[in-house]
């Protein structure tokens, strides 16, 4: 992965989303426009994550989150449903080199349970592996729901004989599969649909959201600083006014460290 170059087509933004999360649709649309198999989609979607991975890092954003692969993705086919699984682990064995040494730290939101063992010991060492690294915190929602997470959160909060006094928002997200990552600010979904299609339900509250008609495959570099760029002319309020209307603070400042950021 390349290193930073901040001369590169610089791109005065005002302020940078700390946490990106993406919803990758659109791979299957992909392939057929070409007459090629949903796996082959799949593949190439690959490259684009690629590209994002490497443009968060250039670009500056500490929080990355993906959506792989949903509890719903289990009804379709079974020869693709075992394709994303062999897929996924191919990747992890390609690129692991390269993300342990660009300081990529890999986390899995989701369950295991249901996962190939093959595919759970290539997850599990990839964590392991990446556990010390802080430039990028990747966290792969593989197996994921966000209704079955908070359906799962609050029985493990009975299960602990928490008592109702102490249940608040603090305590739920203690039992997120999310728990110690800071809420996205941008949440990206590609291919045209707008919908979150159960993704981080809880997290999402107050993210700001870029829809393009870009499908997977097809996304790149600029089609990441076009939803910054969106991001950043926007007015976060978080459910007050701003001070010009009489409701003070108009959001959660910038990360100062990334403020006078310039991307290309």
């Known amino acids: 992965m390349p290193e930073p170059s901040p001369q590169a087509s610089p791109v005065d ?99 295991l349970d249901q996962v190939p063992k093959h595919l759970q010991h290539a997850i599990a060492s990839a964590i392991q592996r990446t556990a010390a690294n802080r430039r990028l915190t990747l966290s792969v929602a593989f197996n994921y729901g966000a209704r079955a997470e908070i359906v799962r959160a609050v029985r493990d909060i009975v299960l602990a004989q928490t008592p109702a006094s102490e249940i608040d928002e603090a305590c739920i997200e203690r039992h997120l599969q999310t728990a110690g ?47 910054l760029r969106s991001y950043a002319v926007r007015e976060r309020r978080f459910g007050v006014l701003p001070p010009a209307e009489g409701g003070g603070s108009a959001g959660r400042p910038a990360d100062p460290s990334l403020r006078d950021a310039s991307y290309g």
């Not at 719903?72 to 191919?90: A, C, D, I, S, T």
Request: glycine share 6%; with cysteine; aromatic share 10%.
């Open 13 to 111: 933004l005002a302020h940078l989303p700390r946490h990106v999360a993406v919803i990758m649709d659109g791979n299957g649309r992909w392939a057929k426009a070409r007459g090629l198999p949903r796996l082959a989609g799949h593949r190439a979607g690959t490259k684009s994550l690629r590209r994002l991975i490497e443009s968060c890092i250039e670009i500056g954003i500490p929080y990355l989150t993906i959506y792989a692969f949903s509890t719903e993705n289990w009804k379709r086919p079974v020869h693709e449903v075992r394709g994303l699984m062999f897929l996924l682990e191919e990747v992890i064995q390609r690129q692991l080199d390269e993300l342990d040494a660009n300081g990529v730290r890999i986390r899995h939101v989701g369950w």
């Open 181 to 227: 990552l800071p809420d996205p600010d941008l949440v990206i979904r590609t291919s045209g649909e707008m919908r979150l299609s159960n993704f981080l339900l809880w997290q999402a509250a107050y993210a700001e959201f870029y829809c393009t008609e870009t499908l997977w495959p097809d996304f790149d570099r600029a089609d990441l600083v076009a939803a």
